[in-house]
């Protein structure tokens, strides 16, 4: 655990926790009562402060807004048996974070405002954190800069900002997917191990031309030859052939996902044969085709372990087996939800209890 943090704290006057539904979320669309915000101005970090939530006004020629510095974390809690509050896994987090914003030429945040803000967040929100099966309380650090200047250069002054909001299950029903091949979502050497937003940005409108296509989302493939699978959507993915879990080894281009590294450690504890390699799209189309191979899932914060109903490649659907208790994906999901919630012994050391 961190140290206790220094900050300055300013509560409700009433809570509006009563416009929460635990049996009714959609996800990223309530927020909790209060968020923690810290200027880092000329270098030095200042006192963070722990606020009501709300709205945030800016000059029209912030930095940010103009030339996309801008990273972002997504983080979960859970509630055991005892409402005892339960982060995931934050130190990946927090690491991730700086590696982000040293690629995006921004402020380094030190851990105990990071690390320390979740913590105290949590403790003043927690009655935020639904219980329930596939319901979590959705963890948003984010950092932009906050230069008011038009000159194309990094921003000297940043603000970094924590906002909660409870979530359920993030797709109803399995996604269908489609092969991308003309557009991509990173290229060697740009930004795509980066959690920025730009990355996000760029990915709209290819997503947009698949949906009215009728798929949910996209399966990336690399920019140089659209041969081989990199991410789906904002997920890593992850194949199931002949028994074995496989996934794109990440580089410059995908993003080194928490519960892609989640999965891995715990298929391998469970016997499962893993291969981080590259994988290509006639690799994984054939074995469809075959029965060799028998799913391919999404892994991300807020999709969890995300099953896919079919992929499309080349103008056909192809469309894969239906998900069983006995489905890898559903074994590996269920090992980790019960890890996350404090069901079983977290021998990983990956569970923090913020009451602790």
């Not at 947009?208 to 041969?227: F, N, P, S, V």
Request: aromatic letters at 10%; glycine letters at 8%; a negative charge.
């Amino acid at each position: 655990m961190t140290e206790t943090l220094n900050l300055d704290v300013t509560l409700v006057a009433e809570s509006r926790i009563h416009q929460l539904d635990p049996n009714n979320i959609a996800f990223g669309t309530i927020f909790t009562d209060h968020m923690l915000v810290a200027d880092c101005i000329n270098g030095e970090w200042q006192t963070p402060k722990i606020l009501p939530y709300g709205d945030i006004s800016y000059n029209p020629a912030l930095a940010s807004l103009h030339y996309g510095q801008t990273i972002f974390e997504g983080m979960k809690a859970f509630k055991n048996e005892k409402d005892e509050v339960l982060m995931f896994r934050p130190l990946e987090n927090f690491k991730r974070f700086n590696i982000s914003a040293e690629r995006m030429c921004m402020a380094q945040v030190p851990e105990e405002i990071f690390i320390g803000g979740l913590e105290e967040l949590l403790k003043i929100d927690a009655a935020w954190v639904p219980k329930g099966e596939d319901n979590s309380l959705y963890l948003r650090p984010f950092m932009f800069a906050s230069d008011v200047y038009l000159g194309v250069r990094p921003s000297q002054n940043y603000r970094f900002m924590i906002i909660m909001s409870p979530a359920g299950k993030y797709y109803s029903t399995p996604p269908k997917v489609k092969v991308e091949t003309e557009f991509i979502r990173a290229a060697p050497g740009g930004v795509g191990s980066a959690k920025c937003g730009g990355n996000y940005g760029a990915s709209l409108y290819p997503a947009k031309l698949a949906q009215e296509q009728g798929y949910t989302q996209l399966l990336w493939t690399d920019a140089i030859e659209h041969k081989y699978f990199e991410e789906s959507g904002t997920m890593n993915v992850m194949f199931v052939k002949d028994g074995k879990l496989i996934t794109p080894n990440t580089s410059s281009t995908i993003l080194k996902g928490i519960t892609r590294d989640t999965l891995l450690q715990l298929a391998k504890s469970m016997g499962i044969e893993v291969e981080e390699r590259k994988v290509s799209v006639e690799e994984i189309i054939s074995g469809i085709e075959s029965g060799s191979v028998t799913e391919v899932f999404g892994a991300g914060t807020a999709v969890v372990v995300s099953p896919f109903a079919a992929i499309g490649f080349e103008g056909k659907d192809y469309v894969l087996p239906a998900i069983t208790d006995d489905s890898m994906s559903t074994r590996l999901k269920n090992a980790l939800n019960d890890i996350r919630t404090g069901k079983v012994e977290d021998t990983f050391g990956w569970v923090w209890n913020i009451h602790a």
